[in-house]
């Protein structure tokens, strides 16, 4: 609050904070008798809340990079030292410019399912499958793509099991969005329903507060 009071950001537009600050300040707005009294006594306007502020386009991530940006140098000019607080992978926007790392291989054994991630290389994509299988490609917001194998017949949920696991271990599971042309995939999904082609991209962003 006194981030936002400093350059007077009462239409939440300019500071994101970090989740878990965030959240503390959701249970302070639902006090509103309280919290009205609150805004006026320290910058004599109302802080209001943004709930379109965790939209998950391209457009609204690349913006949440920039008022990260803002906040990080806000914090330090108010109270004279870096902030350490932890915004996941929020500050890394979309991009398409970002040069994936060489891939790793790996298993994540699920039961008899297993989901393996390619080297990303034609000799690797070229390898031959089982009948019943499927290369899936996962893209994340940072602009790193991964390769996995599964079954057409096996739930996705394994899929998002394995990345959380590999590429976002410090992430709540479900604070993560795995998109297809947009759309959201439910974990009981399989790619058989989904009908993907072989190599098909999945999208995955991490869902950051709204104000």
């Known amino acids: 609050m006194s981030l936002k009071a400093k350059i007077r950001d009462f239409d939440a537009e300019l500071l994101l904070l970090p989740f878990v600050i965030d959240e503390t300040w959701h249970r302070h707005i639902l006090y509103t008798k309280n919290y009205t009294q609150y805004c006026f006594e320290l910058c004599g306007a109302y802080v209001h ?6 939209t998950m386009d391209r457009e609204s991530v690349e913006k949440r990079s920039v008022r990260i940006a803002k906040t990080v140098s806000v914090d330090e000019d108010v109270f004279g030292e870096s902030c350490n607080w932890d915004y996941g992978d929020a500050t890394l926007t979309t991009t398409s410019s970002v040069t994936p790392p060489p891939h790793t291989q790996i298993e994540a054994e699920q039961g008899d399912v297993e989901v393996k991630e390619g080297e990303g290389d034609e000799k690797k994509k ?27 017949t096996s739930k996705i949920e394994i899929l998002f ?15 993560l969005h795995f998109c297809l042309e947009g759309e959201r995939i439910g974990p009981d999904e399989t790619p058989l329903v989904l009908e993907l082609e072989d190599q098909e991209e999945i999208n ?5 507060g709204g104000c």
């Open 49 to 54: 809340h943004d709930p379109d502020g965790a």
């Open 126 to 152: 070229k390898k031959k499958k089982k009948g019943d299988e499927i290369t899936i490609r996962t893209k994340y917001q940072t602009g790193i793509e991964t390769f996995w194998t599964m079954k057409k």
């Open 161 to 175: 099991i394995a990345f959380v696991k590999k590429r976002c271990p410090t992430i709540y599971f479900n604070l």
């Open 204 to 208: 995955v962003l991490s869902e950051q």
